[in-house]
């Protein structure tokens, strides 16, 4: 069975979707109660494979109780998608206000590590195939200005996905990991971007409207690397390997940020 939080949008829901069709029962975690109730409503013919939680990932406590909520119902757990993620706010750091910044860092971060030091030794214990996926995204691999407190989380993401893969490598476990780099998807991640400047806002929707991949592609895209224990899934590699690319020559190069 699979826990998914940030669940009940955009690449969480997709994911969950894909989980169903699959045969995998689903946990549902999310901080929006409205939005879950909808997915309640849309599931129901599901009803015996999936269980509602609303869940806070900023709090590891709700995190442990989520975990004991999924044992309890289901008894296992061998799928983990931390998700759950917020942009945070657009301009320079300098701009930002603390309680903005530490929301990102304490949602992304912290929500992803709490996922990993709650459901990890529950894996092991069951001594079977299991798998992480942690969602950071290009931003996790890429700078350039503006929602700095949000690159870093991401940034910071991939930097605890690949240690994990080392560390649980080590140890031989049967627990694989990979993380999740998405670039424009058509989900709503852009309506909670804060700034003053609205046109920014409606031009990123615009924009992921019209040319955004469906969160439903990116999930199918996650099910054919977990097939294949693939680290890195991208979901618009041929965009970003060549920047990738040019950032790590950069470094190499003793040059300045591109």
């Keep these: ?22 045969g995998i029962k689903v946990v549902l975690a999310d901080n929006n109660q409205n939005k879950l109730k909808q997915c309640k409503d849309e599931l129901k013919n599901f009803n015996n494979k999936i269980l509602i939680c609303q869940t806070d990932v900023s709090k590891e ?11 309890e119902k289901f008894g296992s757990v ?4 931390n998700n759950a993620g917020i942009p945070g706010a657009l ?16 949602v992304n971060l ?13 894996m092991l214990k069951q001594n079977d195939n299991c798998y992480v996926i942690n ?5 996790g691999l890429l700078t350039g200005a503006g929602l700095s407190a949000y690159k870093a ?40 971007i804060k700034t003053d400047d609205k046109k920014i806002i409606n031009d990123s929707i615009e924009r992921l409207i019209n040319f955004g991949m469906p969160a439903e592609t990116v999930a199918e895209k996650v099910f054919d690397a977990i097939k294949n224990r693939q680290f890195y899934i991208f979901t618009h590699a041929n965009e970003h390997l060549p920047k990738i690319k040019k950032r790590m020559e950069t470094i190499l190069s003793i040059g300045n940020p591109c």
């Design 61 to 71: 406590i709700e995190i442990i109780q989520l975990a004991n909520l999924t044992i």
């Design 78 to 81: 061998h799928f983990l998608f």
């Design 91 to 106: 301009g320079p750091i300098w701009t930002q206000s603390t309680t903005d910044i530490e929301e990102v860092i304490q």
């Design 135 to 139: 969602t950071s995204a290009g931003a």
């Design 1 to 22: 069975m699979a826990v998914i939080t940030g669940a009940a949008s955009g690449i969480g829901k997709a994911l969950a979707m894909k989980c169903l069709k699959l």
């Design 153 to 192: 989380s991401k940034h910071a993401i991939v930097a605890v996905s690949e240690v994990l893969y080392a560390d649980l490598k080590a140890i031989h476990a049967s627990i694989h990991v990979s993380v999740l780099i998405p670039h424009w998807v058509n989900t709503d991640i852009a309506k909670n």
């Design 110 to 122: 912290m929500g992803t590590i709490y996922g990993i030091k709650t459901f990890i030794p529950i």
